[in-house]
C-alpha cells in the first residue's frame, strides 16, 4: 500500500467512540512489568470488537466476491413489462455478487461446485434482487429436499470431512437432479472466471405491462467475455497455488480498465401457455428450449468498480428475491416461492433484524415504513406509529403502482404432491439432451472423466451401483463407459 501522507497529516487514532488513543503499541499497566489495568478502556474495546468482528457465513454461497456496476436497458420491452428499470434507455445502479455454492469462505474458487451469480439492482421504485446461479436449472424443484440436499454437500458429522459417497447417495435417490448433475460434470461445472460465466434466473418470473397484461419469462445473462472453462486438472492445479484465483481475476479486470460486461436476454411465454405446455415450465429442473421461446435481447451489465470495504459491501451484502419490483412478481415456481422467506429470514439471523439500514442494502429510493426499533436501527420513524392513521403517516397506494401479481388457483384439498403432469414431464430428457446436442465427443469424454474420477473418491455400494443406473437412465452410453472405467480403476 502506498504511503500518500506524511507523519505530520496522518489522523490519529481513536476510541469508537471519537476520543484520541494514547498509544498503538502499549496498553495500560502498573510500571513496565507490571499488571494490565481494566479503565484501559481502548485496548480492551480493541479485544471485544476483534472478538465479534465477524458474522455467521451463509450457511450456502458462503464464499464469493462481487463488484458494483450498473445494467444499461438499450431495447423496447415495455410489451412486456412497466418495470422502469427494463424501460429503454433507464440505467440503473446496481451490485453483483458472484460465489460456490457448497463450500466455507476458505473454499477453493477452482472447485467443482455451481456458482451464485445475485444481482441487486438500486431502481427508482425500491431494490430488486435476482438470485441466480450460472446454471439455467437447480437440482430439485421442491422446497422440502433443499435442505438435505445441501447438508449432502456438507461435511459429515463423525470426521467433519467432505464426503462424495453423501453426494451420490442423495443424487441417485433423487432422480430430478439429472440434468444439473449433468451440467455440474461437464465442462461447464468448472468456469474459468467468473466473468466467462453466463448468469441465469433458473426459476420463472412474472412480468406484468402496463396495461396489466402478464408473461412468464426467464433472465439469461449472457458473458460478452464468451463461456470459458477449465480442465479438472486445471482446476485443481489453481487451487492449490491460488485459492482465490476467481477473487483476484475480477478485481485485477476491473481495476486495469477491462470491466466485464453481460448481455441480459429474457425467454417470454404468454400467460396463457402454460397450462398446456409439454412439460411445467414452472420445474425448477427443466429449461425452456429455445425453439419454442427465443431469446430476446433486453441490456448490458457493466461492472466497473470494486468494493472499497469488502466485509461491509460484499459480506453484509444481503440478496433477497422478495425484493421485486412493480412489473416483476413470482411464478408458481416451488422452491422460488420458498426462497421468498427463506432468504430474508436468513439475512435476519446472519446479519441482524435491521439489515436493510446497512448502505449496501438500503435502497436509493424513499423508504416509509413503520417497522421500528430492533437492535442497531439508526433511522427510525418518528409518529405517527401506526396505520391507518390520521396525522400524515405513509398509506399504500394501490392505484399508483397496480395490483400484485397473481395467476389462478384451482380449489382443491391440501395435498403433499408433485406438479401435476405435462405430456413430456420426466427427470432424464433433459440430461439426456445436454449430453448428445449440447456435447462434442469430447465433451462427452471429459464428462465420463469427471464423473468417473468424483466416483472413485469414497462412493462404495450400494450407492456405486446406483451410480452406473443413474448415467444409463441420462444415457446409456456414457453410463456403461462410467462403470467400465471406475470398475478398472479410472
Do not use: C
Request: hydrophobic content about 35%; glycine content about 8%.
Amino acid at each position: 500500500m502506498e504511503r500518500k501522507v506524511t507523519d505530520a497529516q496522518r489522523p490519529y487514532t481513536t476510541t469508537d467512540a471519537g476520543i484520541p488513543s494514547a498509544s498503538d503499541e502499549y496498553s495500560l499497566t502498573v510500571g513496565a512489568g507490571g499488571p494490565m489495568v481494566l479503565q484501559d478502556h481502548y485496548v480492551i474495546q480493541k479485544m471485544q470488537q476483534f472478538n465479534r468482528e465477524r458474522v455467521p457465513e451463509r450457511v450456502v454461497h458462503a464464499k464469493g466476491g462481487g463488484a458494483f456496476g450498473y445494467f444499461e436497458t438499450t431495447e423496447d420491452v415495455s410489451q412486456f413489462t412497466k418495470a422502469k428499470l427494463f424501460q429503454k434507455g433507464a440505467r440503473t445502479e446496481m451490485l453483483a455478487r458472484f460465489s460456490t455454492v457448497a463450500g466455507e469462505r476458505g473454499y477453493a474458487d477452482t472447485a467443482r461446485d455451481p456458482r451464485g451469480f445475485a444481482l441487486k439492482f438500486y431502481t427508482e421504485e425500491g431494490n430488486y434482487d435476482m438470485v441466480g446461479n450460472n446454471t439455467p436449472v437447480f437440482f430439485m424443484r421442491d422446497p422440502s429436499k433443499f435442505q438435505d440436499f445441501i447438508h449432502s454437500q456438507k461435511r459429515r458429522a463423525d470426521n467433519h470431512l467432505r464426503d462424495n459417497n453423501m453426494q451420490w447417495d442423495f443424487w441417485t435417490l433423487s432422480p430430478e437432479s439429472a440434468h444439473q448433475v449433468t451440467f455440474l460434470m461437464g465442462d461447464r461445472g468448472l468456469p474459468k472466471t467468473w466473468r466467462h460465466m453466463n448468469g441465469y434466473s433458473s426459476h420463472t418470473y412474472m412480468w406484468l405491462n402496463a396495461g396489466g397484461e402478464r408473461y412468464w419469462v426467464k433472465y439469461h445473462f449472457k458473458s460478452d467475455q464468451g463461456v470459458e472453462n477449465l480442465t479438472e486438472e486445471e482446476g485443481h492445479q489453481i487451487a492449490g497455488q491460488n485459492p482465490d484465483h476467481h477473487l483476484q481475476d475480477l478485481s485485477a479486470a476491473i481495476k486495469s480498465g477491462d470491466h466485464p460486461t453481460w448481455t441480459l436476454h429474457m425467454q417470454v411465454m404468454p400467460f396463457e401457455d402454460a397450462a398446456s405446455y409439454r412439460f411445467n415450465p414452472f420445474d425448477l429442473t427443466k429449461v425452456w428450449p429455445h425453439g419454442d421461446y427465443p431469446l430476446i435481447k433486453v441490456g448490458r451489465m457493466v461492472l466497473d468498480r470494486n468494493p472499497d470495504n469488502y466485509f461491509a459491501q460484499i459480506e453484509q451484502a444481503a440478496f433477497e428475491p422478495n425484493n421485486m419490483v412493480p412489473g416483476i412478481g413470482p411464478s408458481p415456481d416451488k422452491m422460488l416461492i420458498a426462497r421468498l422467506f427463506s432468504y430474508h429470514d436468513t439475512h435476519l439471523h446472519r446479519i441482524g433484524g435491521n439489515a436493510m439500514q446497512l448502505p449496501v442494502n438500503r435502497p436509493r429510493s424513499p423508504v416509509n415504513s413503520y417497522n421500528r426499533d430492533g437492535a442497531m436501527r439508526y433511522d427510525n420513524p418518528g409518529d405517527p406509529v401506526y396505520a391507518p392513521n390520521s396525522y400524515g403517516g405513509p398509506a399504500a397506494a394501490p392505484g399508483r403502482f397496480g395490483t400484485d401479481p397473481s395467476w389462478f388457483v384451482e380449489g382443491g384439498e391440501l395435498v403433499r404432491a408433485a406438479y401435476e403432469a405435462h405430456a413430456e414431464d420426466d427427470d432424464f430428457g433433459q440430461a439426456n439432451a445436454m449430453v448428445n446436442r449440447a456435447m462434442d465427443d469430447a465433451g462427452r469424454q471429459r464428462l465420463v472423466s469427471n464423473v468417473v474420477g468424483h466416483v472413485l473418491q469414497g462412493v462404495e455400494e450400494p450407492v456405486l451401483s446406483r451410480v452406473f443406473e443413474y448415467w444409463r437412465s441420462i444415457d446409456k452410453t456414457v453410463g456403461d463407459q462410467v462403470e467400465q472405467k471406475v470398475k478398472a480403476g479410472g
